[in-house]
């Protein structure tokens, strides 16, 4: 089993969807969560940091079922400039961070 | 504005030569790491620092060296040894261990 596992999509959705994630992880030590977005041959962008069990900023919430092992990103009333790969990090311990490989988003208009 | 800044954007490296990497970082930030983005893969870590004179190998540091003698700056050195450099190369950096980390923009090394 890989130590993050995220469904690689493209989640193909209409504008004003509402759209969600799920990334998995493997060590049920693993301490702190995140969200980043990243564009097509671009850098990753920090776009929300899960500690405890949730996290919501504007039209982005994120929780942590800790004893599913499972950390989610919910879209809500998607736009076209959403599109893009939403990588779900786990933080280990000894500055060890899990990537996941991403999760695609294509919002249509 | 603060930020982390990789330079150049792109590397095309001749075989046998070794080519250097920059990441300088004003954040004031104590950790910073080198990761290897391949494609339809995650990234993969290949060395980290703490703190000034210090460095770590990550899960894929042969082929690669790297220094740390000032906060704001690390270095990344791919070698001859490496013989599959191409890719995209990440820098990050964070305030410590646990927090989010922050990313340059990059550099895409390519084998001409």
């Known amino acids: 089993r890989k130590e993050v596992e995220q469904d690689p999509g493209p989640f193909n959705v209409p504008e004003g969807a509402t759209v969600a994630f799920n990334c998995t992880y493997s060590n049920s030590a693993s301490q702190s969560f995140f969200w980043y977005r990243q564009d097509c041959r671009k850098e990753p962008k920090l776009l929300m940091s899960v500690y405890s069990s949730g996290n919501e900023d504007g039209r982005f919430t994120a929780q942590l079922n800790r004893a599913s092992q499972y950390i989610s990103l919910l879209i809500r009333d998607s736009k076209l400039s959403d599109s893009a790969t939403y990588l779900c990090v786990v933080y280990s311990g000894t500055y060890k961070y899990i990537f996941g490989t991403g999760t695609r988003l294509k919002v249509l208009a | 504005d603060g930020g982390i800044t990789q330079s150049p954007k792109y590397l095309f490296r001749k075989e046998g030569q070794n080519v250097t990497l920059s990441c300088e970082q004003n954040l004031n930030h104590d950790a910073m790491y080198w990761y290897r983005q391949d494609p339809g893969q995650g990234l993969r870590l290949i060395y980290y620092?703490?703190?000034?004179?210090?460095?770590q190998k990550g899960d894929i540091a042969e082929g690669y060296s790297v220094s740390r003698e000032k906060k704001e700056s690390f270095p990344l050195t791919v070698t001859s040894a490496q013989k599959n450099p191409t890719a995209f190369y990440l820098c990050a950096s964070s305030i410590v261990r646990d927090q989010p980390q922050h990313f340059g923009d990059g550099t895409r090394l390519s084998i001409l």
């Open positions: 620092s703490q703190i000034v004179n210090d460095f």
